[in-house]
């Protein structure tokens, strides 16, 4: 079983930035893909940014270029770099975590959330 708490969160305007961090209560070293998802009201849940335990990245198109996703082992870590913010990024934001064997998940955690709100 794996915790994760989000920090960093918080309210700002229209151009500036934030950076989330998803602290896991155990070593990362075995999961294979950590994520961040966004829920805006009235709106499905969404893929932000991933990052595989090799270092790939994938973002959503809408993020592309502002956000930047990193992970540091050492210290059971996953930041979300958000530069350029939009108002339309308000959302909460949630750190995902998941050990895969090919296409089958094996196991799948979620944090309880951190609230972004950027206004214009």
């Known amino acids: 079983q794996v915790q994760l708490v989000e920090s960093g969160g918080g309210t700002v305007q229209a151009g500036g930035s934030l950076r989330l961090s998803c602290a896991a209560s155990r070593t990362i070293f075995s999961i294979n893909d950590m994520g961040w998802y966004r829920q805006a009201p009235g709106k499905q849940r969404e893929l932000v940014a991933v990052?595989?335990?090799?270092?790939?990245?994938n973002y959503a198109d809408s993020v592309k270029g502002r956000f930047t996703i990193s992970r540091d082992n050492a210290k059971n870590t996953v930041y979300l770099q958000m530069n350029s913010l939009k108002p339309e990024d308000t959302a909460v934001y949630y750190c995902?975590?998941?050990?895969?064997?090919?296409?089958?998940?094996?196991?799948?955690?979620w944090g309880q959330g951190t609230q972004v709100t950027v206004s214009s």
């Open positions: 995902n975590a998941k050990r895969v064997h090919g296409t089958i998940i094996l196991s799948n955690y």
């Open positions: 990052i595989t335990s090799g270092a790939s990245t």
